[in-house]
């Protein structure tokens, strides 16, 4: 078997900012790239990290997804009293999954970051569906212009819109 060639890594222009982060990142190219070491199989429209909401009300949930933030339904399986048991909703490039709540699977929340083309617009829809201001939007000194609202389900969106091209660190 041939050696593998991971001179590429020594090209990339390292400033004294950047060495702790490109030492890190070699070492994980190094290490996703041994032989032997099993290949995640992630599906087309999944990440490797994906949300799952267990909510009450999923049909609302999903509908709220749609309207306030942009989303696609992908697909849903239904239980057999009709409520939903999974359904897919892709924003951007990425999917969500939502499933009721149900005693086994209680609804939770959470806090979510979401990249959009136009943060003022974004937030404005947000709010004209049912999610209430936690953040008014304004320019961020670390390049985003972003707001906050919570859904009527408890979870938290960061709305953002990247202003800079560059990274964050």
Do not use: C
């Amino acid at each position: 078997m041939a050696e593998a060639d991971y001179s590429f890594t020594e090209m990339l222009p390292i400033t004294p900012r950047d060495l702790p982060f490109r030492r890190r990142m070699k070492a994980t190219i190094l290490r996703s790239s041994l032989p032997g070491r099993a290949k995640v199989n992630v599906p087309d429209g999944f990440n490797t990290v994906t949300p799952y909401f267990f909510v009450r009300g999923a049909e609302d949930f999903v509908d709220f997804l749609i309207a306030a933030l942009g989303g696609d339904e992908v697909g849903r399986h239904l239980r057999p009293d009709g409520k939903i048991a999974n359904a897919q909703v892709r924003i951007g490039s990425s999917t969500l999954m939502v499933s009721e709540a149900t005693e086994a699977n209680p609804a939770t929340y959470g806090t979510y970051y979401l990249y959009v083309e136009d943060a003022d617009e974004s937030m404005r829809r947000a709010l004209g569906h049912g999610a209430s201001l936690e953040m008014e939007v304004a320019d961020m000194p670390y390049g985003d212009r972003q707001g906050g609202v919570r859904d009527p389900f408890g979870n938290v969106w960061w709305i953002s819109q990247r202003l800079e091209d560059g990274p964050y660190f």
